[in-house]
């Protein structure tokens, strides 16, 4: 199976601050990766696929690039709506993996 | 409305069965691939099972196989997980999410998901 790593697991920001997210594939996945945001107790919402591009009504402030093995997640202006956890999820084969997640914090 | 709702998450002992269901709405069911991902406690996000549109095409976890089975009734817009021989490491929010493309063609990759239903797993 292919393994996702997200650095860093978790970091304390301020709004307005750009923040980066970084998933590391274990092997190439050419662009098919997507990204998820969960806050607590609530699904996963879809923000960005095929590497980076954003889903319909998701803010311009995301955006997502990388392919290969390595992708970033980055926020341009971090608003209060965005402290949450982000997923990256590697669609390129089965199984379907995930990784472990970033924690975005309020500083 | 795109909407899913599961349920039949519970309490159940290990080496029991349960059966979860997933209610689908607001779009053409019998077109979309589906999928079930689960989340343990505190942890991250865990695929388990995809399940074509037709059923012609089944995938699975290895941590689930041969212990659960997916499957789907697009007559009443609905997908199922049948779970047997259930574990304590089984025990999560199950979400049931939605392909993000129709038809044939398969993303596996997912823009919408249900609230989640609860599996404890304990003795």
């Known amino acids: 199976a292919i393994r996702m790593t997200q650095s860093p697991s978790s970091f304390s920001a301020s709004t307005g601050d750009r923040v980066t997210i970084t998933c590391r594939a274990s092997q190439g996945i050419s662009s098919y990766l997507a990204w998820y945001q969960q806050k607590p107790g609530k699904a996963p919402k879809l923000l960005i696929y095929?590497?980076?591009t954003l889903q319909s009504g998701v803010p311009s402030r995301f955006s997502g690039s990388g392919s290969g093995t390595d992708f970033t997640l980055t926020i341009s202006c971090l608003q209060s709506e965005d402290f949450a956890t982000y997923y990256c999820?590697?669609?390129?084969?089965?199984?379907?993996?995930f990784g472990g997640g970033t924690k975005v914090e309020i500083k | 409305e795109v909407q899913l709702v599961e349920s039949g998450g519970g309490l159940v002992k290990p080496g029991g069965s349960l059966r979860l269901s997933c209610a689908a709405s607001?779009?053409?069911?019998?077109?979309?691939?589906m999928n079930w991902v689960r989340q343990a406690p505190g942890k991250g996000l865990e695929w388990v099972s995809s399940i074509s549109s037709s059923s012609s095409y089944i995938y699975y976890a290895d941590s689930v196989k041969g212990r659960f089975t997916i499957s789907r009734d697009n007559a009443k817009n609905s997908l199922f997980l049948q779970m047997n021989s259930l574990r304590v490491e089984d025990t999560a929010v199950y979400y049931c999410?939605?392909?993000?493309?129709?038809?044939?063609?398969?993303?596996?990759?997912?823009?919408?998901w249900g609230q989640g239903t609860l599996v404890t797993v304990s003795s």
């Open positions: 999820q590697q669609y390129y084969t089965y199984p379907l993996t």
């Open positions: 607001g779009f053409t069911f019998s077109s979309y691939s």
């Open positions: 999410a939605r392909d993000s493309s129709s038809g044939d063609y398969v993303n596996n990759y997912f823009d919408y």
């Open positions: 095929a590497a980076s």
